[in-house]
């Protein structure tokens, strides 16, 4: 069965740098990855989709990566603030009658002012 | 807001109580689903409705019984519960099967003693 892995539970980096989130699968490539923030007691916020015949998508300090060869996902968020605080997931989904995302366990970002 | 309610935020119950969890969404959208979302686990998907018929459950215990009796509407009956049951349950929308990005709703936080 597919797994993913989110490398790090937990990420703390300084405010003003730049954060990287990593998402790694086995098996096929899915059709698109996603990106979600959640916060405590929150549940979960899309943020981005990147497709598999896109390599690189951004919106506003966010850009993600998705390398079909390293079967890879990074997710960067430039310009760290604290109020970036939360955890990440990554999700794939094979679309079509497979179209159940299928979540990572999720990265804890902490950014210190 | 996303757009997806869910009540009661919070709920404590003991194994032989029989309650029920329930989810509205106002976006328009034809896909529900109900999560579950517990410590240091990635988010398990339980069930799927598609245009108010259910078109997948995940293995799930039939203490848990799903009721979607319209596309707004969602709800999650639960009986005989037992201790690790406790979590978050989620409920999220689509605007259809197939589509990209599920819009989640906050949650409850489920405590059975």
């Known amino acids: 069965s597919q797994k993913i892995e989110q490398n790090s539970e937990a990420l703390n980096i300084q405010e003003g740098k730049t954060a990287t989130l990593t998402c790694n699968y086995t098996?096929?490539?899915?059709?698109?990855l996603q990106w979600y923030r959640q916060d405590p007691g929150r549940g979960p916020v899309f943020l981005l989709l990147?497709?598999?015949?896109?390599k690189e998508k951004r919106k506003e300090r966010l850009k993600v990566t998705f390398d079909t060869t390293l079967k890879q996902s990074l997710f960067h968020i430039t310009a760290s603030q604290p109020a970036d605080s939360a955890t990440y997931l990554c999700?794939?989904?094979?679309?079509?009658?497979?179209?159940?995302?299928?979540f990572g366990k999720g990265t804890k970002l902490s950014v210190k002012p | 807001e996303t757009g997806v309610t869910q009540t009661p935020r919070h709920l404590v119950m003991g194994m032989t109580n029989k309650k029920s969890l329930k989810c509205e969404q106002h976006l328009g959208h034809n896909a529900m689903y109900w999560y579950k979302q517990s410590a240091k686990k990635p988010l398990e998907l339980m069930f799927v409705y598609n245009f108010k018929e259910q078109t997948e459950n995940n293995s799930v215990p039939s203490r848990f019984s799903p009721e979607c009796p319209n596309s707004s509407h969602l709800f999650l009956h639960l009986h005989t519960l037992q201790p690790e049951d406790s979590a978050l349950y989620l409920c999220?929308?689509?605007?259809?099967?197939?589509?990209?990005?599920?819009?989640f709703g906050p949650g409850t936080r489920l405590t059975v003693l």
């Open positions: 990147i497709r598999e015949n896109e």
């Open positions: 999700a794939l989904n094979y679309g079509g009658s497979q179209g159940n995302l299928i």
């Open positions: 098996n096929y490539s899915p059709a698109y």
């Open positions: 999220a929308s689509s605007h259809n099967r197939e589509t990209d990005t599920q819009y």
